[in-house]
């Protein structure tokens, strides 16, 4: 089974902090991806990684950045944590082919107080 | 600006009653439609595709169709039971590659014993 792992389920931090949130996923997969779901407004795209290095903007990709340096991690970063983004954060992978489906790890719940 | 709704946000239903789930659509031409199921504290899980030339699709207990024309999904879970009670989310997608999917906000199903 493909497998996406978020480091942290829950994540504490304070306003102004630089926060890491981490994944890895174990299938080979070429895309990866950062939505953020918030009550209300569905999930919305910060960021995709098409390959390593790689990355493109999403719907809201204001306020955060994005690292892939080996194909299995996609890192999201918080440069300057703020109260509106506390959020779930949930990272997902899929292959690049016609009919692709996303594989979404469990997500992280990140407060930003 | 692009649009997706899903009919009302929480959805009662009896056990063994037929559940029809709606996903409507505005200002869009995707090329396939999936349905994911979310879980409280988790990610969504890919349940079904369906492309835009596809009028049904069908999967155990589960049934989804497509009219280009109306602009509408309808995702129907038969003999439904209490472990069907999820968030289930629906989410067009242009291409087939899974890069640029819109979710919708979800609709929330219990199904009472």
């Known amino acids: 089974d493909v497998k996406v792992t978020q480091s942290s389920r829950y994540l504490v931090k304070r306003t102004g902090e630089k926060v890491f949130l981490e994944c890895v996923q174990d299938m080979d997969h070429e895309n990866m991806f950062w939505y953020r779901q918030d009550p209300g407004l569905g999930l919305r795209l910060i960021y995709f990684?098409?390959?390593?290095?790689?990355?493109e903007k999403g719907d809201i990709p204001e306020g955060y950045s994005v690292s892939r340096e080996k194909k299995e991690r996609f890192s999201l970063i918080l440069e300057s944590a703020s109260t509106n983004q506390t959020s779930m954060y949930l990272c997902?992978?899929?292959?690049?082919?016609?009919?692709?489906?996303?594989?979404f790890g469990s997500g992280t719940q990140l407060s930003v107080l | 600006s692009q649009k997706i709704e899903q009919n009302s946000e929480a959805l009662n239903i009896q056990e063994g009653k037929t559940a029809t789930l709606t996903c409507n659509y505005t200002?869009?031409?995707?090329?396939?439609l999936q349905w994911y199921r979310q879980d409280p504290g988790r990610g969504p899980v890919f349940l079904l595709l369906i492309r835009e030339n596809e009028k049904e699709k069908r999967k155990e207990r589960l049934k989804v169709t497509f009219d280009t024309t109306l602009k509408q999904s309808l995702f129907h879970i038969t003999a439904s039971q209490p472990a069907d009670s999820a968030t289930y989310l629906c989410a067009l997608d242009p291409s087939g590659s899974a890069r640029q999917l819109t979710f919708g906000s979800g609709t929330q199903l219990t199904v009472l014993p």
């Open positions: 200002n869009y031409s995707p090329a396939y």
């Open positions: 997902a992978s899929s292959w690049t082919a016609d009919n692709e489906k996303l594989f």
């Open positions: 990684s098409y390959d390593v290095k790689m990355k």
